[in-house]
């Protein structure tokens, strides 16, 4: 038995998300398929994050385990040919320790959310950023992120179907940057909770808008109450970018 890691990237509007679901198209379902179609093994594939319905992936990192001897570049090149017409593409596969875990071993994970700062509508982008037609004051969002710096109970910013054991994360790093019509809100802690950064995405949004202030960010964090979330951003733009391991 190879322990196999996956660097994999995705389209995710096609998709439930990456869990596999009673109903719907997941991506952790097409790489499991493709992975039984290629060695004829039924295997399961572990990644280092579960991104939602709509989300994206540049670089997510994932694991599986297979009995049939094979090399990690032909087993990657077959899988890119079953997975096809899947948005999802394999662009690294290589034979790792096997006590490597795709997401217990992992000690960072990174994303970034992009929102596209236009009144005309998106064409090429449409579905991979959000579009926000009034103008944004990039600087002032990047200041208000700043409050959400280090670790606090991100309640507030939590879906209520979250099932991580608690509330409290540790975010390293958030930085807003424009280029052009980009502004893009980067991201970094060990682990996230579902949708923290999406909510977290929204109410810097209101910020850019003026409807919120630095303030109003800190005082909705310290609410620990998700009633007091402002906005939630949609799936649209946001992209897994990074897992880091030791």
Not at 138 to 166: E, I, K, P, Y
Request: proline share 5%; hydrophobic share 50%.
């Amino acid at each position: 038995m190879t322990r196999f890691a996956l660097t994999v990237e995705y389209d995710g509007r096609p998709f439930v998300g990456w869990q596999r679901q009673a109903v719907g198209d997941s991506v952790q379902q097409v790489i499991e398929d493709a992975a039984f179609a290629v060695t004829g093994e039924r295997t399961a594939v572990h990644a280092a994050g579960r991104t939602d319905a709509g989300v994206h992936a540049i670089a997510m990192r994932a694991h599986l385990d297979i009995a049939k001897p094979i090399a990690p570049f032909r087993l990657g090149e077959a899988l890119n040919a079953r997975l096809r017409p899947a948005p999802v593409a394999i662009l690294e596969c290589a034979a790792v320790a096997d006590d490597w875990h795709a997401r217990f071993s992992c000690i960072g994970r990174a994303y970034e959310y992009r929102i596209v700062n236009r009144r005309a509508p998106l064409s090429f982008e449409k579905g991979l950023a959000w579009q926000i037609p009034q103008p944004l004051d990039a600087a002032a969002m990047h200041d208000a992120a700043q409050a959400l710096v280090g670790l606090h109970d991100f309640t507030t910013f939590r879906s209520a179907h979250c099932q991580s054991a608690s509330p409290v994360k540790t975010l390293d790093r958030i930085a807003v940057e424009r280029d052009g019509d980009l502004v893009a809100v980067t991201v970094a802690a060990r682990s996230f909770l579902h949708h923290q950064v999406r909510s977290m995405v929204g109410c810097l949004a209101l910020v850019g808008m003026g409807r919120w202030t630095r303030g109003d960010v800190a005082d909705a964090l310290a609410a620990a109450d998700r009633a007091r979330l402002g906005l939630n951003a949609p799936p649209d733009g946001l992209f897994f970018v990074e897992a880091r391991y030791p």
